[in-house]
């Protein structure tokens, strides 16, 4: 018998708790005996179906031999680190879900599990149940990675998407995806670019080995999307999505920023709508793969978390593959020194070189040619610019 | 030193070779120690980069007790079956490309790998590059798998998309298939669904658990695709897609089958063109995922298999999660009692009741209700059909 403890029992912690009892035969067949949830942890008085092992006392968890695994479902870096750094330091691996803690903690909380031979999970940390990180650290093991980039949130994906599908202001879109409990009441993590920015760092520092600080990656969240920006770009054979991408440049040094950008038609990309995710990774041997799936919502998640429960059951106290090294600020390349081709919309009378290139008669958009974010400036230094993004290449 | 031995030097054990010489630094990171390729079993006289180590007897392998990994890159159910077979009983791993030996043989293979205790691994039997099979078995593992399906043949897809967007007939598309060396010179396994229906085999015996005997499963090829059926689905808003196509249905009981199906243009699936593989798969926690890549190729399908070699080296000699069962035939269910909505091509005067629906004055197409096949030969009993082909739901 297999004992897991799991830290809140909300949207995504409930949905563990409900896997772990309706899929139970099908979990002890993949581990090879039962797997039981022993304790869950939750400051509220216990009711509902879970009732039974429910807890607000941490350290007994702590103090019980029995159970291997921890699940924490808590998030936020407050209580949820504390409590995952207990964990790991009495020898119990951990699965998390909780993207901020990983992105801010992640490098200090893998030490430790290293040093005391636990493991320490974040499969739904990106992606939700999209299968990511375990086949970019696995199955992908024999590439180097020189690219990886997509939709990790669903909700500025489901608005983007209701501009250009449906014609609808920012505002409105907005209002209907809290109206649809897509957007959170105060939707400032997913609309300003937080929550995607978070993901692209444990991404990066997956894919590059090296520690990248959330507070160094430039990010820009979709407040500054227009209607018309969506509707030219549709003209144009591009969606605009918004992308949380790093790259490996020349030599050791790689970049990493968030940002709304064109991607064109012909790129499966560009067809991911709604509130689903997609990742696309870019290796030397492999080329280009897409993950794509349900990249939050509780049974999603939930089921990412569990699979990493099972893993830990089932590789008992074999190595660790999942960590990346301290920081090296050296390699780290300003987005402001990154060239790529530019979507432009200005208006006025001067005219810009741009192919291709649409206009209503008052406003024009098109394509620059490549390059940096400051020559960018000097060539549109004559017109009247009211907005520009980049163009995924 | 970790020691592997490489059987066959074509296209993808070349690739397999230059993989392991060109990323070994980064598979010593992976392994924890420097992996080498020790032997590569060849029947032509050593010449190349790696004529070095190039042997034509295979027993040097199968007795040198250094080589703790094989990868078998030889096709068929021959000798390579022979050398995989003995490979295991001599207690080293195997690693294998091989979709004809895996849905035939699979079975029987796994159960003497359990029984030695080793590996026998088949990532890039499926998919080529695409992580697939690992993402299935791992992350996936707190679901039941309820569906899986996809383009897992790029020669076919190749000569689909060359209808659907150039216009171009079933036979102009397989000759420039074959000039752009995506087809072989002999294209029967591609194109009348061979390849596609081992490779739903694997995907079946692994997500439903049971053998699925090659023989069973129905399988209907690209031929009868006219070009007016592409055209007359691009109108009716779908794609046509040779799909590898496998459900459970009530109970434990499943059905499989090969067969062009149309996809509506709002599914991802439906945007995968030219030579690229995508996989649905559907989890009772985890909804829809979708893996996307390069289902073919030297270095995408080497990728995978080296991914493989790490495995085995990493995971020493702990437990094995890949296998199936005995052969259940009453759990496979006969598609002709599989229900789903027919698209439908047919000329003359009788008019059937389809929506959506297309007419060009002489030929007519549309969607019908949902039937089996066996109603639907009464549906169309009136009429003179010219094609029929599923619907995907």
């Not at 893998?110 to 940390?125: D, G, N, Q, T, Y």
């Not at 993901?199 to 997956?206: E, P, R, V």
């Not at 959330?214 to 992308?243: C, F, H, N, Q």
Request: include cysteine; proline fraction near 5%.
């Amino acid at each position: 018998m297999k004992k897991a403890a799991l830290l809140g029992c909300g949207v995504v912690g409930g949905g563990v708790a409900i896997i772990m009892r309706d899929n139970a035969a099908l979990l002890e067949k993949a581990v090879g005996e039962p797997v039981e949830l022993k304790y869950i942890l939750e400051t509220k008085a216990p009711s509902g179906p879970f009732a039974d092992r429910m807890i607000n006392d941490f350290s007994i968890i702590e103090n019980d031999p029995e159970v291997t695994v921890v699940a924490e479902c808590i998030g936020g870096v407050g209580v949820a680190y504390d409590f995952v750094r207990r964990s790991l330091l009495a020898g119990k691996s951990v699965v998390t879900c909780n993207k901020q803690m990983i992105a801010e903690r992640g490098l200090e909380l893998l030490a430790i599990a290293k040093e005391k031979h636990v493991f320490l999970l974040f499969e739904a940390s990106v992606g939700g149940g999209i299968p990511l990180l375990r086949p970019l650290t696995n199955c992908l093991s024999a590439n180097r990675i020189e690219e990886i980039y997509g939709i990790v949130n669903g909700t500025t994906n489901y608005i983007l998407t209701q501009m250009i599908e449906c014609g609808e202001e920012f505002d409105a879109a907005l209002s209907a995806a809290q109206r649809l409990g897509y957007a959170e009441a105060d939707p400032t993590a997913d609309v300003d670019g937080l929550d995607s920015m978070r993901k692209i760092c444990i991404l990066s520092d997956l894919c590059f080995g090296s520690n990248l600080p959330p507070e160094k990656v430039p990010t820009e969240g979709i407040r500054g999307v227009a209607l018309e920006d969506a509707t030219m770009a549709e003209k144009l054979g591009y969606s605009i999505k918004l992308l949380a991408y790093a790259r490996r440049l020349d030599g050791e040094r790689f970049t990493a920023f968030v940002a709304p950008q064109l991607v064109q038609k012909e790129q499966l990309l560009s067809s991911v709508g709604g509130v689903m995710n997609a990742v696309v990774v870019r290796g030397n041997a492999v080329g280009e793969c897409l993950f794509y799936g349900a990249g939050a919502g509780r049974m999603p998640t939930a089921s990412a978390m569990v699979a990493d429960i099972l893993d830990t059951f089932r590789r008992g106290n074999g190595r660790k593959f999942i960590d990346w090294g301290e920081e090296q600020p050296e390699r780290f390349v300003d987005p402001m020194d990154v060239p790529s081709a530019w979507y432009v919309r200005y208006t006025g009378s001067a005219a810009l070189q741009l192919a291709p290139a649409v206009s209503d008669g008052v406003e024009h958009a098109g394509i620059t040619p490549r390059m940096t974010p400051r020559a960018l400036e000097d060539y549109l230094s004559g017109v009247q610019v009211l907005n520009r993004f980049r163009v995924l290449e």
